[in-house]
Structure formats: structure tokens, C-alpha cells
């Protein structure tokens, strides 16, 4: 896959999660946001099961990167749907895209990668896009506090999830594992401490599908699988488009409209993010599988 090919992914995904974020509004009138968590992970666990995959020899290695990846996305998830409780939509689009300036020097600092004055640059633009498409943030409570703790930790799983995906591959065994650990996180302190119940989560039914299925499964499935051919940074910067495929989805479906600040924002996001999605266009070749080391006798 090109570089091109895997930037294209993740703008489409961008949109998908954008749209995404009405019904991940929408589903907290039926269930807590753990509950409404666990089970839209559950579903999105199932579907990667069905791909099969060669088996990999049990390591240390591994299993280590593998366990900081699902750890990292469960917690940040988990953190995001709380947030939801007590901030806006569009304040929690805004507030999760600071993973977009996040991750450049999280990647920097984990992993040596170098940021390049394109991605600083649509980094910024992006970030000031963001802020001007939610109106800027008038007050600043629980609910933000929560999506700025989600945005950190995403900004560690893309690095995370970058240097595993191209380093062991395996996306849809990597996918399961994000998904089943969140999934065991959340859905018992959901069952004990908040309202999950067959009658709940059959009425968050529509909500569920779209989240469990699209959200869940098939963006992160395509950010698994894209990030083996492109950088950590170029895929925070790309995915940031969420916060404007976010505001069309409240514009269309909650009647929140779009102030001409807002519309200005959206034009200086999508500019920022199709510049480096479209630059430097080449085939990136995934590192090789890193050998564990010789044990001793």
C-alpha cells in the first residue's frame, strides 16, 4: 500500500467517526458511557475474529507491544465517552483534535520521529481550524477535562499503535485485542455501577450498530491497518478531520448550525489535512518482524 493509499484511509475514516459522534451523543439517553463502551467494543470484537490471520510464535515482545496498544485505547475511549456527559459535541471534537499537535512530539520523544515543518505547520493550522469550527471554548468543566485525558492518550496509542503495526503487522489480531480489552474494562463496572441491562441496551439499539459496526470495527480497523504505511503524526493530523465531518453531522441531524467562523474553520482543517494527506505520496515499506531475544539456558 502506498502512503498516498493509507492517508485516503484515514480521511475516509475520519469521516466516519465525525458522523459518528451524533449517535455517540445520542446513545447516553439509554446507557452510562461505560455501558454504552463495552458493547460497542463487544460488536466491534466480533468482526474481526472472522479474519484469519498466520499464527505468530508467543513472545515477549509481543505481547508487551500488544498489551501498551489495548491498555492506551481502552483508556482513552473509555475517558472520551465520559466526557461526553458533560461537554458539547462540539467542544469534544475540538478538545479531542489537540491529540493532532500531541502526537508529533509524542513520537518525537518515544520513538525519534522526526516532525517536519509540513506536519508542524498542518498540525497548527489543523488545531486553530478545530477552534474556530467549535466557537472556541467558553468554560471549561469535568466533561473537558476528560476529553483532553482521552486526546493525550490517544496521542501515546497512535505512537503505540504505529511502532506495532509496523513492526509485528497482524492488524485484525491487534484490532481484537484493543477492542476485547476495552471491552472487559468497561462492561462490568458498567453492569455494577451503571445502568446496563438487556431493555437499555436493546433501546440503544441503532446507536450501538453505527458505533459497534463503523466507529469502532471499521475505523480503527483502517487506522490499524494504515498506520504500517504512514507516520503517527500524518495520521493524527488526517483523523483530525473528524471535528469537521463532526459539526456537518450535528449540523444535519441536531440542528446545530454552522456560524461563518465555524464554516472558515472547517475550510482551514480540510486544507491542512488534504495537503499532507496527498504529500510524499510514496511506498512505505513496513520495518521487519523484531526478533525476540535468545533466551539463556
Known sequence: MSKLHANLLLLFAAALWGLGNVPQKTILDHLDPLSAVGMRCLIGWMLPLIAIEPRRPPGGLYRASLARVSVLFAIAIVLQQIGYLGTSVANASFLVSTATVMTPFAAWLLVGERLTASVGLAAGLTLVGALLLSGG?????????????????????????????QTYGRPFTAMAAQFLGAAVI???LGFFH???????????????????????????????????????SHAAVIVSAESVFGALGAALFL?????????????????????????????????????????RG
Open 137 to 165: 471554548i467558553a468554560s471549561f468543566n469535568q466533561g473537558d477535562v476528560a476529553i483532553m485525558l482521552s486526546a493525550g492518550c490517544y496521542a501515546l496509542w497512535m505512537v503505540e499503535l504505529g511502532r506495532h503495526a
Open 186 to 188: 468497561s462492561l462490568p
Open 194 to 232: 451503571g445502568n446496563l441491562s438487556p431493555a437499555n441496551a436493546f433501546d440503544a439499539w441503532p446507536q450501538l450498530l453505527v458505533l459497534g459496526v463503523f466507529s469502532t470495527a471499521v475505523c480503527f480497523g483502517i487506522q490499524t491497518i494504515a498506520q504500517r504505511f504512514t507516520s503517527a
Open 255 to 295: 440542528g446545530e448550525r454552522m456560524s461563518s467562523a465555524g464554516v472558515l474553520g472547517a475550510a482551514i482543517m480540510l486544507c491542512a489535512v488534504l495537503f499532507l494527506a496527498t504529500s510524499g505520496g510514496g511506498t512505505t515499506e513496513p520495518a521487519p518482524e523484531e526478533p525476540e531475544p535468545a533466551r
